[in-house]
């Protein structure tokens, strides 16, 4: 396995590595910040002088689950503090991509606190066609979700915010952004781009604009929704659509008047995506991100 290929994140937390060290290497603590993970046990040794192995399970819903085992190989810690912690880790269960791999975790004091990071490659079953979908859809999820665990273990030490609720504002803030998202994709591409309804038309024309621009002010809704996705940690997208909501209804209310009388009106609706835009923009400020981790190794750590 090149250590090039692997999988690397990085943050930087204000806490000592004793603090981290804790919440990492106690699987009771380990599990709850740790995405890619549904619970982490101790397997009971044969044996004194045997390494301590783990086990590790992935609910995958439905009853269905995924374990695997890990051991340690090593713990070291230099003169300068810098402590390190390595591990080996393989799965019998024929559900499970990987088959086995290696990594470490890494704890390196600084002026500003900790550096805490990690790399690990493993070697996946089912031949080619695994390592295709590992390229294409694993490893891509396993490199967000580890940066993304980073980023909730740095909020849980440094901020005090616990796993459970930093899991919670991110469900929260998906939701509200996903309705936001798709009422543009909605009201973008079916009233005015599949069917052109006929209000649509007559409120385009009550502006003083021709009806042969309503797909193109379709488009230009559903691209709003489209960058609701691609920009996902762009929080300011929610006050970029609370204007835009403040706007369209004040020119409805000025142009087409007689709409905001009927069923389903755009008080209701502009109303409702500016509540949504308020919670996700509160969510927002404590969830966890991958964006805030360090994914690609510096020379030093190579």
């Not at 910040?33 to 783990?54: A, C, G, M, V």
């Not at 500003?112 to 891509?140: K, S």
């Not at 409120?203 to 003083?208: F, P, R, S, T, W």
């Amino acid at each position: 396995m090149k250590k090039d290929d692997g999988i690397y994140a990085e943050t930087l937390m204000r806490s000592g590595v004793d603090e981290i060290w804790k919440r990492t290497q106690d699987p009771a603590l380990h599990k709850l910040w740790d995405l890619r993970f549904s619970d982490i046990e101790y397997i009971p040794k044969k044996s004194e002088d045997e390494q301590q192995k783990l086990l590790y399970i992935t609910h995958l819903g439905f009853g269905m689950r995924i374990e695997g085992e890990g051991e340690s190989t090593g713990t070291a810690t230099d003169d300068e503090g810098r402590a390190t912690s390595a591990l080996r880790f393989w799965s019998a269960d024929r559900k499970s991509l990987i088959e086995e791999g290696s990594g470490y975790w890494r704890y390196v004091p600084s002026a500003e606190g900790t550096r805490f990071l990690t790399w690990y490659d493993y070697r996946t079953r089912f031949g080619a066609l695994g390592r295709f979908v590992d390229r294409l859809v694993y490893r891509p999820f396993l490199r967000w979700a580890t940066a993304w665990s980073f980023d909730r273990l740095r909020l849980w030490i440094d901020e005090g915010v616990h796993p459970r609720t930093t899991a919670n504002l991110a469900v929260i803030h998906a939701v509200a952004r996903l309705g936001i998202v798709f009422t543009w994709l909605w009201h973008g591409l079916v009233p005015k781009v599949i069917f052109a309804h006929a209000d649509e038309q007559t409120m385009m024309i009550e502006a003083g604009l021709s009806v042969a621009l309503l797909p193109l002010v379709g488009v230009s809704e559903a691209l709003i929704g489209v960058a609701g996705l691609v920009l996902w940690n762009w929080r300011a997208f929610f006050l970029l659509n609370v204007l835009l909501m403040f706007v369209t209804l004040g020119s409805v209310a000025v142009t087409s008047p007689w709409y905001l009388k009927g069923a389903f009106n755009p008080v209701t609706l502009n109303s409702g995506m500016i509540v949504m835009s308020i919670v996700g923009y509160l969510a927002a400020s404590g969830m966890p991100s991958a964006a805030r981790c360090i994914r690609r190794q510096s020379k030093e750590e190579a």
